[in-house]
């Protein structure tokens, strides 16, 4: 039985009903055994009694539990062979009786119920052993001996096991598998070297059997040595275990140092975690997860700005969409760790609720995690009934009402229910835990005296002490004239909104106020910050910065909205430190230029020496960033509006103001240098089918790709611009009469080439007008009226574009029916659109660009037909189709006036129906 001190007092009824039943049989085979003593050979008695009490002594601990074995069950087992029953059984209880007070002090109970556990054993073995039916038959002697060992084995270990199981509550087949059943293969040794004693004194004297001695204590240090093994291996793995809890604990504490109020938080949900796991009955590995998740699932709030955890009040939309990153950056940071349990799905979820409305994934009911289910819950019992930055808590029964009206919610009714049934009893361990685990406070606050400065020295954040010959005098008058700057500047920076301007001057001012040797001024475009100001030493150099937000001294301010006070220059990406090429700045001083819309730029100032600008410098410009800001906002704006004045909004060409204004400078500088210019005028020719035919986005879509490529292929000193609608003009300075061909052809080419990358069909050419100064014009709007008249003379001379624009395209409704060729199948469409030329067919059928296809108009004239080709195919909505016969007039006038016929008798029906439906 155990060594540990069990009290009668506080066992079961059931443990002491087995221990009774035990006590009492035992008993009974003893006072047998002394109304029945016999000894035929008292000698040989004493000596095995002897050589039994030594062997009592050899025992081991037994792995995983409390309890003792010893080796003297091989002397037992000898005197089953070799003495009487009294004999066997005065030898084994003398022996157990030594085990249990050797280096021991056991209760009276447990040496009551070894003992008779003991004799009841022995007894069984023996008539197992002794049984007449088994000689009479023949039996082997090999296999009584074994069938005794076996019977002894079972007699003293599962008695002894079972009281254990009662009195530790621990699982008995637990406790037999692993602390005793691997010991048969002993016993059966054990009966063997007792069979081999037995078998040399029938040969000789019996004197013999001392010479198992070695062999006991072989059994004895094998025993030992396998115990001793597992017993080291079995602490290792406790070690491991130990040290992956401190691991996870001491991730813990990462938390409670970046959030105060976290550590009462991460043990109540723990302890309520667990709890509800075991009436659960969780599997043990998702309970070692839920254990590990418990105190690890605010592990993500690390990458959440302390400003938001700490807030006082509500969170912003903008706030607690920062906040939501913490269950999936929880989740990444722990798959590092490799836990051999499923931890991170259990943190990735714990925001997830029952019906789908949580974050970060949405999951819905069964799949969520059963420990995310179960944090869930308990995360939201202790965050309502925990003081909080932005409310105190609220009591206990309030909370659990509050959690059964989520029920089938945002939690599982299974875990609400169990929450509603324990959650006193879980408060009440909570408190008595909470009172036993020391865990200190993170030295979050303490005071370091020691260490003067970073190897990169420190702001100076105090005013430097001026000069002993600075007088009283001296110091009002710097005040008064540094006043007077401010205001100067401050009104300079509202007088003028060109920005190019503004910042000009205000960089002059500023130096006489912060002496500099180099000032950049950058404006914010999107995520870049970008140099609109530069001046000073290396203007080259910071004029070719281009800083992404974050980056650097400029960057980090513009990002957190501080200044920077004598920052190192050299980090500014893209900064050269070739000290051949440039003059090496050593201290920076930057702030934030705020306006209303946010950061709109940054202003720096450089200078060669180290640790140049003081808090004076500092507070002059944080004076005004305001003002400066306001004043950059405004001109950017104005920047803004005034190009939206003179450049087209879709193409983002030059508009006609900006033309006429362009083409008069040309036309000045022209005169001066007595050189020519040549205004081309171009016009889209088929443009408005597009627009029908394909939709006004589509047409957006040719004239943006038109004037893109326009652009591109002019020279630098080109101006490309549009009129408006789908006409444009270049003019080109000093452009000869052959060049100006090649060009004509080139911009006709680069026109048909966008309206077939788009609409996937030849349809749109241009017509080009040209007039050149001074032969056909004098004046901006004489060239321009000539070269648009001759633009369109040019169209009234192609006559195959003059008609493709006259053909106007009948919107329709008739149902056609289409026969691809190879195909026998005839697929029905409805008509949409229709000219001499081609149509459009709604259809859900899948033809490719280029199949040949015939339609059909109608189903009485087959005459009504006509062949054509997949011009343009909408897989799921229809087609465009281009008719191989449209040289063939008549025909077509006789399908188009069968279409228009059909169209409107359909309108009349439909107009019919839709009146009778009114009424």
């Given at each position: 039985?155990?060594?540990?001190?069990q009290?009668?007092?506080?066992?079961?009824?059931?443990?002491?009903?087995?221990?009774?039943?035990?006590?009492?049989?035992?008993?009974?085979?003893?006072?047998?055994?002394?109304?029945?003593?016999?000894?035929?050979?008292?000698?040989?008695?004493?000596?095995?009694?002897?050589?039994?009490?030594?062997?009592?002594?050899?025992?081991?601990?037994?792995?995983?539990?409390?309890?003792t074995?010893?080796?003297?069950?091989?002397?037992?087992?000898?005197?089953?062979?070799?003495?009487?029953?009294?004999?066997?059984?005065?030898?084994?209880?003398?022996?157990?009786?030594?085990?249990?007070?050797?280096?021991?002090?056991p209760?009276?109970?447990?040496?009551?119920?070894?003992?008779?556990?003991?004799?009841?054993?022995?007894?069984a073995?023996?008539?197992?052993?002794d049984?007449?039916?088994?000689?009479?038959?023949?039996t082997?002697?090999?296999?009584?001996?074994i069938?005794?060992?076996?019977?002894?084995?079972?007699?003293?270990?599962?008695?002894?096991?079972t009281?254990?199981?009662?009195t530790?509550?621990?699982?008995?087949r637990?406790?037999?598998?692993?602390?005793?059943f691997?010991?048969?293969?002993?016993?059966?040794?054990?009966?063997?070297?007792?069979?081999?004693?037995?078998?040399?004194?029938?040969m000789?004297?019996?004197?013999?059997?001392?010479?198992?001695?070695?062999?006991?204590?072989?059994?004895?240090?094998?025993?030992r040595?396998?115990?001793?093994?597992?017993?080291?291996?079995?602490?290792?793995?406790?070690?491991?275990?130990?040290?992956?809890?401190?691991?996870?604990?001491?991730?813990?504490?990462?938390?409670?140092?970046?959030?105060h109020?976290?550590h009462?938080?991460?043990?109540?949900?723990?302890?309520?975690?667990?709890?509800?796991?075991?009436?659960?009955?969780?599997?043990?590995?998702?309970?070692?997860a839920?254990?590990?998740a418990?105190?690890?699932?605010?592990?993500?709030?690390?990458?959440?700005?302390?400003?938001?955890?700490?807030?006082p009040?509500?969170?912003?939309p903008?706030?607690?969409?920062?906040?939501?990153?913490?269950?999936?950056?929880?989740?990444?940071?722990?798959?590092?760790?490799?836990?051999?349990?499923?931890?991170?799905?259990?943190?990735?979820?714990?925001?997830e609720?029952?019906?789908?409305?949580g974050?970060?994934?949405?999951?819905?009911?069964?799949?969520?995690?059963?420990?995310?289910?179960?944090?869930?819950?308990?995360?939201?019992l202790?965050?309502?009934?925990?003081?909080?930055?932005?409310?105190?808590?609220i009591?206990?029964?309030?909370?659990?009402?509050?959690?059964?009206?989520?029920?089938?919610?945002?939690?599982?009714?299974?875990?609400?229910?169990?929450?509603?049934?324990?959650?006193?009893?879980?408060e009440?361990?909570?408190?008595r835990?909470?009172?036993?685990?020391?865990?200190?406070?993170?030295?979050?606050?303490?005071?370091?005296?020691?260490g003067?400065?970073?190897?990169?020295?420190?702001?100076?954040?105090?005013?430097?002490?001026?000069?002993n010959?600075?007088?009283?005098?001296?110091?009002?008058?710097?005040?008064?004239?540094?006043?007077?700057?401010?205001?100067?500047?401050s009104q300079?920076?509202?007088a003028?909104?060109?920005?190019?301007?503004?910042?000009?001057?205000?960089?002059?001012?500023?130096k006489?106020?912060?002496?500099?040797?180099?000032?950049?001024?950058?404006?914010?475009?999107?995520?870049?910050?970008?140099?609109?100001?530069?001046?000073?030493?290396?203007?080259?150099?910071?004029?070719?910065?281009?800083v992404?937000?974050?980056?650097?001294?400029?960057?980090?301010?513009?990002q957190?909205?501080?200044?920077m006070?004598?920052?190192?220059?050299?980090?500014?990406?893209?900064?050269s430190?070739?000290?051949?090429?440039?003059?090496?700045?050593?201290?920076?001083?930057?702030?934030?230029?705020?306006?209303?819309d946010?950061?709109?730029?940054?202003?720096?100032?450089?200078?060669?020496?180290?640790?140049?600008?003081?808090?004076?410098?500092?507070?002059?410009?944080?004076?005004?960033?305001?003002?400066?800001?306001?004043?950059?906002?405004?001109?950017?704006?104005?920047?803004?509006?005034?190009?939206?004045?003179?450049?087209?909004?879709?193409?983002?060409?030059?508009?006609?103001?900006?033309?006429?204004?362009?083409?008069?400078?040309?036309?000045?500088?022209c005169?001066?240098?007595?050189?020519?210019?040549?205004?081309?005028?171009?016009?889209?020719?088929?443009?408005?089918?597009?627009?029908?035919?394909?939709?006004?986005?589509?047409?957006?879509?040719?004239?943006?790709?038109f004037?893109?490529?326009?652009?591109?292929?002019?020279?630098?000193y080109?101006?490309?611009?549009?009129?408006?609608?789908?006409?444009?003009?270049?003019?080109?300075?000093?452009?000869?009469a052959?060049?100006?061909?090649?060009?004509?052809?080139?911009?006709?080419?680069?026109?048909?080439?966008?309206?077939f990358?788009i609409?996937?069909?030849?349809?749109?050419?241009?017509?080009?007008?040209?007039?050149?100064?001074?032969?056909?014009?004098?004046?901006?709007?004489e060239?321009?009226?000539?070269?648009?008249?001759?633009?369109?003379?040019?169209?009234?001379?192609?006559?195959?574009?003059?008609?493709?624009?006259?053909?106007?395209?009948?919107?329709?409704?008739v149902?056609v029916?289409?026969?691809?060729?190879?195909?026998?199948?005839?697929?029905?469409?409805?008509?949409?659109?229709?000219?001499?030329?081609?149509?459009?067919?709604?259809?859900?059928?899948?033809?490719?660009?280029?199949?040949?296809?015939?339609?059909?108009?109608?189903?009485?004239d087959?005459?009504?037909?006509?062949?054509?080709?997949?011009a343009?195919?909408?897989?799921?909505?229809g087609?465009?189709?281009?008719?191989?016969?449209?040289?063939?007039?008549d025909?077509?006038?006789?399908?188009?006036?069968?279409?228009?016929?059909?169209?409107?008798?359909?309108?009349?029906?439909?107009?019919?129906?839709?009146?009778?439906?009114a009424?």
């Amino acid at each position: 039985m155990s060594n540990q001190e069990q009290s009668w007092r506080y066992m079961s009824l059931r443990a002491r009903g087995f221990i009774s039943v035990v006590t009492a049989a035992g008993v009974c085979v003893l006072g047998w055994a002394v109304l029945n003593w016999s000894s035929h050979e008292p000698v040989k008695f004493f000596c095995y009694l002897l050589v039994a009490l030594l062997a009592s002594r050899l025992k081991v601990h037994l792995p995983g539990i409390t309890g003792t074995m010893s080796v003297n069950f091989l002397f037992i087992l000898l005197g089953v062979v070799e003495l009487s029953l009294p004999e066997t059984l005065a030898m084994g209880c003398a022996a157990i009786l030594v085990q249990c007070f050797h280096r021991d002090r056991p209760q009276f109970v447990q040496v009551v119920f070894n003992v008779c556990g003991s004799a009841w054993a022995v007894a069984a073995a023996y008539q197992v052993y002794d049984l007449t039916t088994l000689r009479a038959h023949g039996t082997n002697f090999s296999l009584q001996l074994i069938a005794a060992a076996c019977t002894y084995f079972v007699g003293n270990t599962v008695p002894v096991a079972t009281v254990i199981s009662l009195t530790e509550h621990k699982s008995l087949r637990k406790i037999y598998s692993e602390c005793y059943f691997w010991s048969l293969p002993y016993y059966l040794m054990g009966a063997g070297v007792a069979g081999l004693v037995s078998y040399f004194n029938r040969m000789v004297e019996w004197q013999t059997s001392l010479l198992v001695l070695p062999a006991v204590y072989l059994i004895y240090r094998s025993y030992r040595l396998y115990l001793g093994k597992l017993e080291n291996e079995k602490k290792h793995v406790e070690e491991m275990a130990n040290l992956h809890l401190r691991t996870i604990e001491a991730l813990a504490l990462a938390i409670e140092a970046k959030d105060h109020t976290t550590h009462d938080h991460l043990q109540r949900v723990r302890v309520y975690a667990i709890e509800v796991a075991k009436e659960l009955k969780l599997p043990p590995g998702e309970t070692e997860a839920l254990h590990a998740a418990a105190l690890l699932h605010d592990i993500g709030k690390l990458a959440v700005p302390e400003h938001i955890i700490s807030k006082p009040g509500r969170l912003t939309p903008e706030e607690f969409e920062k906040m939501k990153i913490h269950p999936v950056v929880g989740a990444e940071i722990l798959e590092r760790v490799r836990f051999p349990y499923p931890v991170v799905p259990i943190v990735r979820a714990h925001h997830e609720k029952w019906d789908g409305t949580g974050y970060p994934h949405g999951l819905r009911g069964e799949e969520i995690p059963m420990g995310a289910r179960i944090l869930t819950a308990v995360d939201f019992l202790d965050a309502l009934s925990s003081d909080r930055q932005y409310r105190r808590a609220i009591p206990l029964q309030e909370v659990m009402s509050r959690l059964n009206q989520e029920s089938g919610k945002s939690f599982d009714p299974k875990i609400v229910e169990v929450l509603r049934r324990r959650y006193l009893d879980m408060e009440r361990l909570v408190q008595r835990q909470t009172q036993q685990v020391e865990w200190s406070k993170l030295s979050t606050d303490v005071k370091v005296e020691r260490g003067e400065a970073p190897a990169t020295g420190l702001t100076h954040s105090e005013e430097r002490q001026q000069s002993n010959e600075a007088t009283f005098l001296a110091s009002i008058a710097a005040a008064r004239q540094e006043a007077q700057a401010l205001f100067e500047l401050s009104q300079d920076l509202g007088a003028s909104l060109s920005l190019g301007e503004t910042l000009s001057v205000f960089s002059v001012k500023l130096k006489r106020l912060v002496p500099y040797d180099s000032i950049a001024i950058y404006i914010r475009r999107d995520d870049q910050l970008v140099p609109e100001h530069v001046s000073g030493d290396n203007f080259r150099l910071f004029a070719s910065l281009r800083v992404p937000v974050g980056a650097g001294v400029s960057g980090w301010v513009a990002q957190n909205r501080k200044p920077m006070i004598n920052g190192n220059p050299s980090v500014e990406p893209g900064y050269s430190t070739d000290g051949g090429k440039y003059t090496t700045m050593r201290s920076a001083l930057a702030v934030p230029l705020e306006g209303l819309d946010g950061v709109v730029g940054v202003l720096t100032l450089y200078k060669l020496e180290k640790d140049a600008f003081t808090a004076d410098h500092l507070r002059v410009l944080l004076a005004v960033s305001s003002k400066m800001a306001l004043s950059i906002e405004n001109a950017l704006k104005y920047q803004q509006a005034e190009s939206s004045a003179t450049t087209d909004y879709l193409t983002g060409l030059p508009n006609a103001r900006s033309l006429f204004l362009q083409l008069d400078r040309e036309l000045a500088r022209c005169k001066r240098s007595k050189s020519t210019l040549t205004v081309m005028v171009c016009d889209m020719d088929g443009f408005k089918q597009i627009n029908d035919r394909f939709g006004h986005l589509e047409g957006n879509r040719v004239l943006k790709l038109f004037a893109q490529r326009l652009k591109e292929s002019c020279r630098e000193y080109d101006y490309v611009a549009r009129m408006g609608g789908d006409e444009f003009v270049v003019v080109a300075p000093g452009l000869t009469a052959d060049a100006s061909r090649v060009k004509t052809l080139t911009l006709r080419e680069m026109a048909k080439k966008a309206g077939f990358e788009i609409c996937r069909e030849d349809i749109l050419s241009l017509s080009i007008g040209q007039a050149v100064y001074p032969e056909n014009g004098l004046d901006a709007e004489e060239l321009l009226a000539e070269a648009d008249r001759r633009m369109y003379l040019e169209k009234q001379q192609q006559p195959w574009r003059k008609n493709r624009r006259s053909q106007p395209r009948l919107v329709c409704r008739v149902t056609v029916t289409l026969q691809p060729e190879g195909s026998t199948v005839p697929i029905l469409g409805n008509l949409s659109n229709i000219s001499l030329t081609g149509g459009y067919v709604e259809t859900g059928a899948l033809l490719q660009s280029g199949a040949r296809v015939r339609i059909f108009f109608s189903s009485e004239d087959n005459s009504l037909q006509n062949e054509g080709t997949v011009a343009r195919s909408n897989p799921g909505s229809g087609v465009g189709i281009q008719f191989s016969d449209s040289e063939d007039r008549d025909k077509m006038h006789r399908i188009l006036a069968h279409v228009e016929s059909a169209t409107k008798f359909y309108d009349r029906e439909l107009g019919y129906i839709a009146r009778m439906v009114a009424h």
